[in-house]
Every structure is written in C-alpha cells, then in structure tokens.
C-alpha cells in the first residue's frame, strides 16, 4: 500500500499535468472573476429555483428542468428537457470540452422532500436569504448543489473557458423516491446523450466540519442500499363500537412490535472500517480508538454501547429497520379490513435482500401478514482513486485537510451510472456541520450564501485538475 506522501506526490504530478493541459484549453487572457457577483447571481439563482416546488410525490419537476435549462439556452449552452411522464421532467445541458478527455456528469435531482410550512419559520418554498442563508426545501437536498454545478457551467462558458473535457448538467426527476421516472429512466432510454461519459459527480458526501474545529474532505465512494418494504395484515371489519379479539390494526401492531424489539447483527464491512480509520486522527478523543478499529471496539461490551450511542454510527454497521407510514381506517368508529406499514430498510453493500426479507418474515412470525417489496435495487461502489477522486484529494490537500472515502447511510442515484459503467462519487463542496446535516429533509433546511460562493470555488478547483 502506498503511503500517505506517496499519494500526495502522485496528486501533485497530476495537478501539474492537469494545469500543462489546461494552459492549451484556457484563453489566452487570465480568467478574473468577480466573486461578490457571482455570490449575488448565485444567491438570486438558488433562491428562484427554490420557489419552484418540486415535492416529491407529486414532483412536477418539468417547471424546475425548464427553468434550468431557460438559464442555460439564455447563456448559449445546449440544454433540452426530456419526460418520463407527463410533469415529470429532467433537463441535460452540455458544454463542449477540447476532447483531451471523457466526459463528467455533474448529476443533481430536482425534486425534494415534502414540507409542512407549519413547522418552519420562514415559508418552504419562498427562498428566503435571512443571516446569510437562504432558506427552503430543497436548499441542501439538493437545489443548492445543483445550483453550484449550474453556476459553474455559466461561468466556463461566459468566460470561455474550455476544458479537457464536456461537462454535463444533468438534473433528474424522483430521486427522492427511488428515480424510476428520473435517472433510472435516463439511462435506460436516452444513455447516448452521456456519449461514453467517465465520471460522474453527484450529492451524498461534502465537507464535515468536525466538533474540534478539523474539517475533512469526505467522498462516498458506496452507499446502503434501500430495502423498502409494506408489511400488510388482514382482519373483519366493522363498527368499533364491538370490535372482534383481533383486528387487522392488531395484528400489525404485534408484527410491529416484534419487528421494533429486533436488533439486526453487526457488521463491519470493510469500506465502513476503511472510512472509519481515515477519519479517526481527527475525531474526538473519546471516538478516535473506536474508530481505529471498529471491529475491535464493538467486541467489546463499553466500547460497543459507545459507538452504537451515536445513531449515525450505529446505522454504518448494521441493516436499519424504521417504521414511517401507517395506514388503516379514515375513520375513527370504523375497524378497516385492511392495515399497513411502510418499512425504510436499508442494507449495508454486503447483505443479502432476499436473505433480510426471510429473516424479517420469521421476525414478524405472522403468516396472515404480507411483506411486500416497494424498492430494492443491488449495491453498487467505485474505487477511492482515479481522476476525479484525486482532483478532490488535491483540492483537500490545498487546504490542509484530509480526504476520507465514506459510505452512505442512505442512497442516491449513482447506482444507476455504475451500472453502466461509470464511475459515480458523492462530493458537495459545502461544509457542513453536523447540524446542518440534520436540516436534509427536515424543518429550516439552509445553505449559506458562502457555502454557495465557496462551493462554485471549489467546483471549478475540481473540473480544472481533473484530465487524463
């Protein structure tokens, strides 16, 4: 294995070269961009796009991919909107590069979770900028990423810079529920319009901004895999005035409670542990020598209830099992003959699917209830090297800080692109804290404008390495 220097001189050979190739790219006269007017036309773009309510379901992302696709013809950039249903849309854009290299896709999804403006202090879908951040549904999750990618491509253009490679925007419909109608459909039906593409950029990971202060450079190189099951049960019904011994509301909620009183084994799967000891010099003193070796720590009782305290932990080493929707009766004095529960499971990259089904049946241990698969889809993964995940290196070498390649707890729709081959990373150059992460699908999500400016830099740093 190479040590951490040799890795450093290796980015550093390839930045040299990347900077040789880019000087026969670039125009002749020096790029100088005014960073406060693109913080403004970043700022005014996000906070436009975020009144667009994309929520997912119904979507109606077709509004959000012309929008887009409006501000890339209006710049002289290629863009068409494509459907796979009616409102349903997704919006591609294509700047030219030299050829020296194959395409990157910078990918984002356009719909967002729904949002009860009840809850939030500022209305979802206004876009509001308040204390340096503007504030909406979508904001993190992922308008403001799809913003940084978008900006970037008006700036290449508006500045004529050409790179070694095309750039690809590709903004898909339904990723928040699965991306059968977005990239999923994409790929399947329209994969010549990435004409042989290398690499894809997409959400997932970004710059974790640790609780001493350190910062780390996080890629999600591989991701859990979504397991998405309905446990359904059957019974007579009635009026609730008289309700029989047992009832289909019954007997799902004893199905639930088993299923709420299971612990799934433990599992260290070797990109976890890889993830895990990049990221412990920097952790808090009392985690670092859990993280150093994560199997160890959990073979031992203290150490294991310590880690396993720490819930977005704990889910990186094992299969999660979380109750979300419930339905039955529309009526308080009506017992349904039917009631359900939706399941969000999600698998680490080694289990089995079918396998976890079985096993959750015996748990269940109800013959009457049936278990039925909503979304599953196989694990996919790309390597913690090549081209793009050293530009990123390079970028975190820059500025003094690590690079960690992580496994996400949840997914996104990179499975899709490595299934056809390419490479896909999860890389938002944002930093963000723990808290800010916990904004993602809930109330007052927010981006800093200096996330945005910050970000833009970043992206630009990334596309400028990046070459064969």
Not at 382 to 411: C, H, K, M, Q, T
Request: charged share 20%.
């Amino acid at each position: 294995m190479k040590s951490m220097a040799a890795n450093q001189s290796g980015w550093r050979i390839r930045a040299a070269l990347a900077t040789a190739l880019l000087l026969l790219a670039l125009p002749a006269r020096a790029v100088d961009f005014d960073w406060d007017a693109v913080e403004r036309e970043a700022t005014d773009l996000l906070g436009a796009y975020l009144k667009i309510d994309t929520s997912n379901p119904p979507g109606n992302e077709t509004a959000a991919a012309r929008f887009l696709a409006d501000r890339f013809r209006a710049a002289g950039i290629e863009a068409e909107v494509f459907e796979a249903a009616p409102g349903r849309g997704s919006v591609l854009a294509r700047l030219p590069g030299t050829g020296l290299g194959r395409p990157i896709v910078l990918l984002n999804h356009l719909d967002v979770v729904p949002a009860k403006a009840g809850e939030w202090q500022v209305p979802p879908f206004a876009g509001t900028v308040r204390d340096g951040y503007v504030y909406g549904r979508g904001a993190l999750d992922c308008k403001g990423f799809a913003t940084v990618e978008a900006m970037t491509m008006l700036l290449l253009k508006r500045h004529g810079v050409r790179l070694g490679r095309d750039v690809i925007f590709l903004g898909t419909a339904d990723e928040e529920t699965g991306g059968q109608l977005g990239a999923g459909w994409f790929v399947a039906t329209h994969a010549s319009a990435l004409r042989d593409a290398e690499f894809v950029l997409n959400e997932g990971a970004h710059i974790a901004l640790r609780p001493n202060g350190g910062r780390v450079y996080e890629v999600a190189v591989s991701e859990k895999t979504p397991c998405w099951l309905r446990l359904t049960a059957k019974g007579p019904a009635g009026h609730a005035s008289a309700p029989p011994a047992q009832t289909a509301v019954t007997r799902l909620l004893r199905a639930l409670s088993r299923v709420g009183s299971y612990a799934a084994p433990l599992d260290v799967d070797p990109a976890v542990q890889a993830y895990y000891a990049a990221i412990a010099p920097y952790a808090d003193p009392p985690r670092a020598p859990l993280y150093r070796d994560v199997r160890a720590a959990l073979a031992d009782p203290q150490q294991r209830d310590a880690f396993l305290a720490d819930p977005y932990d704990a889910a990186l080493v094992r299969n999660t099992i979380t109750p979300t929707v419930l339905a039955g009766s529309t009526k308080t004095n009506v017992i349904p003959q039917t009631a359900s529960a939706d399941l969000d499971c999600r698998l680490l990259p080694s289990q089995d699917p079918q396998k976890f089904v079985a096993t959750l049946t015996e748990v269940v241990a109800d013959p009457e209830i049936a278990i039925d698969v909503l979304l599953n889809f196989p694990p996919s993964s790309s390597p913690p090297a090549g081209a793009l995940y050293d530009a990123i290196a390079v970028l975190a070498e820059d500025n003094r800080a690590p690079i960690a390649p992580r496994v996400l707890r949840g997914f996104t729709d990179s499975h899709y692109f490595r299934a056809q081959g390419i490479a896909s990373y999860g890389f938002m150059p944002f930093e963000l804290s723990r808290d800010d992460e916990q904004r993602m699908h809930g109330v007052d999500e927010r981006l800093s404008v200096a996330n945005l400016r910050q970000g833009i830099r970043r992206l630009l740093a990334v596309l400028q390495t990046i070459h064969d």
